[in-house]
């Protein structure tokens, strides 16, 4: 079921535009590319009721910022699609 989940959250934000990173894992890189982008989106995210941790250099590459999401077998779909669209609108407060 964590692979499901995955897959289902990896495709539902692809199909929104976010760049994922590939990978079959249950932990799903959203990038950003800029610090302070994923810092303000990771506390949009946070007010929208999703604790999402924005990393960035030196823990990642510099340029390659990214929040990771971390799916379990308890996620629902709908709470899925509910993370997703958080993501849809903490983007659209960032970023335009």
């Known amino acids: 079921q ?9 495709a539902e ?6 760049e994922i990173l590939p990978g079959e894992h249950p932990i799903v ?3 950003f590319g ?7 989106v990771a506390k949009a995210l946070f007010d929208r009721g ?5 990393f960035s250099y030196p ?4 340029g390659r910022a990214r929040i990771r999401i ?7 779909e709908d709470e899925i ?3 997703v669209d958080a993501f849809v609108q903490a983007r659209a407060l960032v970023i335009g």
């Open 29 to 31: 890189p959203v990038m």
């Open 81 to 83: 699609r509910e993370c």
């Open 50 to 54: 999703i604790y999402a941790v924005a």
């Open 34 to 40: 800029d610090e302070h982008v994923a810092v303000a």
């Open 2 to 10: 964590v692979m499901e989940n995955a897959r289902f959250f990896r």
């Open 70 to 76: 971390q799916l379990s077998a308890s996620h629902s």
């Open 59 to 62: 823990v990642v590459p510099l």
């Open 13 to 18: 934000m692809i199909s929104h535009g976010f």
